[in-house]
């Protein structure tokens, strides 16, 4: 009876289940299916679709001006993430190895940002970086600067906007995976003579490589996929992949071309997963 | 007290003022009197008045609430049964639902902006509130399904046995047992949900339609069409009601780890 019971959850349970599986089979898993079938259409005569099979738009990925843009993206997302781990790597280690009252406190102080308004954090950089922004008067008050530096929409702008986004993405994980590892580690690694770099190089780093990776791959996804940060601190000049698919659907309204680098791109998302989920990091938390 | 290094210390200070300080720059000059450029002409808040005034700025406000509400609770609804439902069928534990599940949260929004919007358009469905709605569901759901199996699993599995040992029907575990000692993760996911909703842009970028401006893509609209002191004086407020709105959920999430001997980070 009693195991008849256990085994059967409650019946609206079953129901809302269901309904969930089917929202998201509905909303989530059709839409990227439909995304993949229109990347292989033709474009209609006046923006719409043709269906029409052709690999055109896969071909038009290799185009310079196409390839220039993925290329930025992945250079930035990269240098993003390799800029993300060594800046956020000290900070995930004093978290770590902080008393309880301050790891509360830190936690929260890096995860209040990643909450808040990616928008409007971006613009603030904006405020930065402008013409008139602070940056520039700063520096001219010094004496340092004859004369505005642009920095707005340049390589810098967007580099700082995505680092200072996808920053906290990186620490916590580290902070995670650098929990695990027992401080008594450490200390035998002193005992045994060890430099505070030998201990760093040979202890420290090779086992936090699961935070690494995890890290890594939070980071590098938005970053690749970013939009407001290169539309606003990138303008028309800098544009990332983000700003280039949004200006395909509802710029030039060549769906099946913007259809094909939305696929592109999530091809790279889901090959980075499944590697992740390879990694046994991957593995033990989901 | 293990030795931290000193130069880590001061590292994530730096850190710490990097993340911060663009958010003290613009709460500062929301309260900055000069209309051009950042020279301090003095403490007002007029700009502030000025967007209590705006009825475009309120119209857009109410929109965002009304988003936010009934994104989370359908959310909140589907999400809190789909994790009890997950957590205690061991048969549906497969990788591909944990899959399904999580993705959402982890591919890059544009992805889900656009494919969203061909899915409507082709469909005919018009753009408006249902799609907005339905775009949050799709990120809220996943959101509220994480946390609500993160505490599902730290619960001891005694308590429902020992009401179905004294004859509980499956609804009484469910509704006595089960959800009061969720509640606290069902606030945290809720408050959580309601904050992404509402500062969600991209999504809420490509699936808007006519009349359904929400404050995200007010403040966008605004930005592109020239910055005035307006925008600061908006986005500090937007900065600060979403700062409240997580604090509070963090403390609800850290009220449900009491008991736990685990630490939750995430």
Redesign the interface.
């Known amino acids: 009876m009693?195991t008849c019971?256990?085994t059967?959850?409650?019946?609206?349970?079953?129901?809302?289940?269901l309904?969930?599986?089917i929202?998201?089979?509905l909303?989530?898993?059709?839409?990227?299916l439909?995304?993949f079938g229109?990347s292989l259409a033709s474009r209609g005569m006046y923006g719409g679709?043709a269906w029409i099979a052709t690999w055109e738009n896969y071909q038009r990925l290799l185009d310079p001006l196409v390839g220039t843009i993925f290329l930025r993206s992945f250079l930035f997302a990269g240098l993003t993430t390799i800029v993300c781990v060594v800046?956020?790597f000290?900070?995930a280690?004093?978290?770590a190895?902080?008393?309880r009252q301050w790891?509360?406190l830190?936690?929260?102080?890096?995860?209040?940002?990643f909450?808040?308004?990616?928008?409007?954090?971006t613009?603030?950089?904006?405020?930065?970086f402008?013409a008139?922004?602070?940056l520039n008067?700063f520096l001219m008050r010094l004496g340092l600067l004859e004369e505005p530096l642009s920095l707005l929409f340049t390589d810098v702008s967007v580099f700082v906007g995505l680092v200072?986004g996808y920053?906290?993405f990186m620490v916590?994980p580290l902070?995670?995976a650098i929990?695990r590892i027992s401080?008594q580690l450490?200390e035998a690694a002193f005992d045994l003579y060890a430099s505070?770099g030998a201990m760093f190089r040979h202890v420290l780093l090779p086992l936090s490589k699961p935070g690494f990776i995890a890290g890594g791959v939070?980071v590098f996804?938005?970053s690749?996929?970013?939009?407001?940060t290169p539309y606003?601190l990138g303008g028309g000049q800098k544009m990332m992949l983000?700003t280039l698919?949004?200006q395909e659907?509802?710029v030039s309204r060549d769906?099946p071309f913007?259809?094909a680098l939305?696929f592109g791109?999530?091809g790279t998302?889901l090959l980075l997963?499944f590697l992740l989920g390879r990694t046994s990091y991957g593995r033990n938390s989901? | 007290?293990?030795r931290?290094?000193t130069?880590?210390?001061l590292?994530?200070m730096m850190?710490?003022l990097?993340?911060?300080l663009?958010?003290v720059?613009?709460i500062g000059?929301s309260f900055n009197a000069s209309t051009?450029?950042?020279?301090w002409k003095g403490f007002t808040v007029q700009w502030y008045q000025k967007l209590v005034m705006d009825p475009s700025i309120l119209d857009a406000t109410l929109n965002s609430v009304f988003i936010a509400c009934v994104s989370t609770g359908l959310a909140l609804?589907?999400?809190?049964?789909?994790a009890?439902?997950?957590e205690?069928?061991q048969g549906?534990q497969m990788p591909w639902v944990?899959m399904?599940?999580?993705?959402?949260l982890?591919?890059?929004?544009?992805?889900?902006g656009?494919?969203?919007?061909?899915?409507f358009v082709?469909c005919r469905i018009p753009l408006g509130f249902g799609t907005i709605i339905?775009?949050h569901?799709?990120f809220n759901?996943?959101l509220t399904?994480?946390i609500v199996r993160a505490r599902l699993r730290k619960l001891d599995p005694a308590w429902e046995?020992a009401a179905?040992?004294l004859g509980a029907?499956?609804?009484n575990?469910?509704t006595r047992i089960t959800l009061p000692m969720l509640r606290p993760a069902i606030w945290g996911a809720a408050l959580?949900g309601f904050?992404?909703s509402l500062?969600d842009?991209?999504v809420t970028f490509?699936v808007a339609g006519p009349g359904s401006t929400t404050l995200?893509l007010k403040?966008?609209s605004m930005?592109k069409t020239g910055?005035t002191p307006e925008?600061?004086a908006l986005?500090a407020v937007?900065?600060v009601v979403?700062?409240i709105?997580?604090?509070l959920s963090?403390l609800f999430q850290?009220r449900s780890t009491v008991g736990s001997s685990e630490?939750t980070?995430?």
């Open positions: 009693t019971l256990s059967s959850s409650a019946f609206p349970v079953k129901l809302i289940l309904s969930a599986g929202f998201l089979s909303f989530f898993l059709v839409p990227l439909l995304v229109v679709i800046v956020g000290p900070l280690y004093c978290m190895r902080a008393s790891q509360l830190l936690l929260t102080l890096v995860m209040i940002p909450w808040t308004n990616f928008l409007v954090r613009y603030a950089w904006v405020l930065i402008r008139d922004g602070i008067t200072y920053l906290p916590l902070v995670v929990e401080p450490e505070m939070l996804i938005p690749l996929g970013a939009f407001i606003l983000g698919i949004q659907f509802l769906w913007g259809s939305s791109l999530m998302v997963w989901s | 007290m293990k931290i290094p130069s880590f210390l590292n994530s850190v710490m990097f993340l911060y663009p958010v720059i613009l000059m051009m450029g950042i020279a609804i589907l999400g809190v049964g789909t009890i439902g997950l205690k069928n549906m944990n399904v599940m999580v993705l959402p982890v591919i890059p929004e544009i992805l889900l656009v494919a969203l919007l061909m899915v082709l339905i775009g569901m799709v759901l996943p399904v994480v046995d179905r040992d029907t499956p609804w575990v469910l959580l904050t992404v500062d842009f991209v490509f995200p403040v966008f930005i910055i925008i600061n986005s937007m900065v979403s700062m709105c997580v604090g963090w850290q630490s980070l995430s």
